[in-house]
């Protein structure tokens, strides 16, 4: 009779035990479900925001917000520190991407201007120019760009592949002339040159344009 209440508590014992193991395995399958991992490197899943600070040589500071929206689209805008009580934001909205941007003192005021060129996505790789004028480092303001129109003699053969330089107090924009049954792969051996300079009256800034 012993024996035998010992062989039923080992079984029952044993019963107990692979339940019990069973059991545990089991929640711990449902517990082990697949996390979902965001991929952050997947394009256009969140827009990319990029900060850049610009100094002047009088120690003012340009802050230039992008938020690229998409692969070809930017929201800029740009705000100013250090211009007396005044820090509105200019809000430039959407655009091309930025390439880059760089100071400079067109009118050799002692007062430099932010300038920023955009480039468009695709085969022709258009730049855009944006630019905002310290006033007398009270203030700032955006700047007027005069650009040539597409039926100017100057821009006769222009598919972009522009490039902005300073020299010599001018802005100069240098581009190759296409032929007109040229592919977009063969731009012309000929470059057409275009001076910007800049003029303030008052609070109103302009870049003018003359051909070279």
Sequence with gaps: MHNKIIYWLKIFTLSYAFFFFASCYSNSKEEAAPVEIYDHTTPNLLPALETISVFTKSKK??????DETSASISDISVIGNGFGAFNEPIIIGETDPIENQFIADLDNDGFDELYIVTRSV????YAGLLGIA??????????????PESHD?????YRGHDTYTVKDNALQRRFPVYDNDAANSEPGSNQALIEYTLHKEGSIVTLTFKNK
């Design 122 to 125: 695709g085969s022709g790789s």
């Design 153 to 157: 003699a100057i821009m006769q053969g």
């Design 61 to 66: 500071e340009f802050v230039i917000t992008e």
């Design 134 to 147: 310290s006033l007398n480092d009270k203030s700032y303001t955006v700047i007027n760009i005069q650009q």
